[in-house]
């Protein structure tokens, strides 16, 4: 059994100075920015509802118990409640493994939701490709939409392609920054090989600069291209802007129209279990509408009568 570390007068620390203690571990472990940043966010809005200025040595589980109806009772959804439950967990799971006695956070499962995605209408809206004469960034935005409904990538694999991690010849393009960690390669069809074929001179920058750059040649920032995504789908007449929501559209689009299996989809979307992709095949299910008049008791009683005497023969 491991021995636990002792951290002499941690607990008279309070429970925001611990946790700023627990980013450092965490940052040291090599965790995103992205990843550290929620953490930040989630403790913040913690803090709206539990006193993190309180010691550690006296936090109780009533303490989390009135967190999580504060939580409730201030309007907050179900699953930003978990989202926000399940930081606070990790947390506390890491002060129990460093030797503090802390209490159980109750356990709140997140529910099931199907986001709207991008109907048919607002993709040839926002696929359509923009004039001659637009700007650099007008430009790079349709090829980040498309990129997007390419392959369904997450914003921040985008932001940090590098024009060395494209290769037209293999139809490939190569993503190093990912969620999990792991460098993943995404394929890329006719169509998209043949707009990066364009863009890329256009876009031109050393082999190690950023594919989908700012207007200066830099690294697009998150809210960049957040920014980036919504000016371009209200240019078009579309009020959804959510650039993730590209990633959903992408798994259903796949799965529904396209015929994709799971198992391919897994590989695209860069997911390290099949958890998710269960979650996207279970309410996206197009097999189980194919051919459903065979099956359907309302359709075959609406069936013309001779044929329903035929089948009784």
Known sequence: MARKITFHGQFRKSIEEVFEDFILSQTARGLTDTTIATYRNHIRSISNHLDIQKSMEILTRKDLEAMVVSMRRSGLA?????????????????????GLNVPELPNIKDKETVKEAYTDEELIALLEKPKKNCSFCDYRNWVIVNFLMNCGCRSSSVRNIQNRDVDLNTRQVLLRHNKNGKIQSVPLCSTMVSILR??????????????????????????????????????????????????????????????????????????STLKMTKHYCAIYDADISKDYDRFSPLAQMNQPKEKIKKKRR
């Open 198 to 271: 364009e863009y890329m001179p256009i876009r031109g920058g050393k082999p190690e600069d950023y594919l989908f750059c700012d207007q200066y040649g830099g690294m697009l920032s998150m809210n960049g291209m957040r920014l980036a995504i919504a000016r371009h789908n209200k240019s078009r007449g579309v009020e959804k802007t959510s650039a993730h929501l590209y990633r959903h559209t992408f798994a259903r689009k796949y799965l529904v129209d396209c015929g994709g299996d799971a198992l391919m989809l897994q590989k695209i979307l860069g997911h």
């Open 78 to 98: 179900h699953n930003s409640i978990s989202s926000y439950c399940r930081v606070l967990r990790t947390f506390l799971n890491w002060c129990e493994r460093s």
